[in-house]
């Protein structure tokens, strides 16, 4: 690759979309680090902070929602090797796209995808933490920094392909609105 494809290939945006999946990745990597070594969650099992929000030692053993257990070696590293193309298919996006929001976006979706695909592989479950609740009223499965991550570049992803009808690289670079191009 010539010296002019690779500054293309990482211009400052992309830049910031690995700077982004590295913070993701990295708090939630240090904050399960946290709830395994110093907080010992796995042992205490339950940790009441608030009214509304305790720490829960979870082992989802499934992807998304629970779903497709991995019940046997062969099928963890199955479900590794899936969600490992989906974290390719993400940062193939990522380098392809231009725009900062939707770029963002990917990049949280990418970090967190590594944290969990890192937990699968090592330990061949990802530790799930984080209960929301209202008294016995769970809107949320219990959930981890990278299951966030997804979730709010999801939406972010979603909502700029929902809610910007035309895109324009040059006036979102710049931080304009077309209007004031």
Do not use: C
């Not at 990522?94 to 944290?115: N, T």
């Not at 695909?117 to 984080?130: E, H, S, W």
């Amino acid at each position: 690759m010539s010296a002019q494809g690779f500054a293309a290939l990482f211009t400052r945006n992309r830049i910031i979309g690995l700077v982004i999946a590295g913070i993701v990745f990295g708090a939630d990597q240090f904050i399960k680090w946290l709830m395994v070594s110093p907080l010992n969650l796995r042992e205490r099992y339950l940790i009441e902070l608030l009214p509304f929000f305790d720490l829960r030692w979870t082992e989802n053993r499934g992807v998304s929602l629970g779903m497709l257990q991995a019940t046997t070696i062969e099928m963890r590293y199955l479900l590794v090797a899936v969600t490992a193309l989906i974290a390719i298919v993400v940062l193939i996006w990522m380098f392809r796209e231009k725009l900062l929001g939707d770029i963002i976006g990917l990049g949280m979706i990418l970090g967190g995808a590594l944290g969990n695909i890192v937990d699968r592989y090592n330990l061949g479950y990802v530790i799930d933490y984080a209960d929301f609740h209202i008294g016995d009223f769970r809107p949320f499965l219990i959930f981890n920094v990278a299951d966030a991550a997804i979730t709010i570049g999801v939406v972010i992803i979603l909502a700029r392909s929902l809610f910007l009808s035309e895109k324009d690289p040059e006036t979102e670079q710049a931080g304009k609105t077309p209007a004031e191009s």
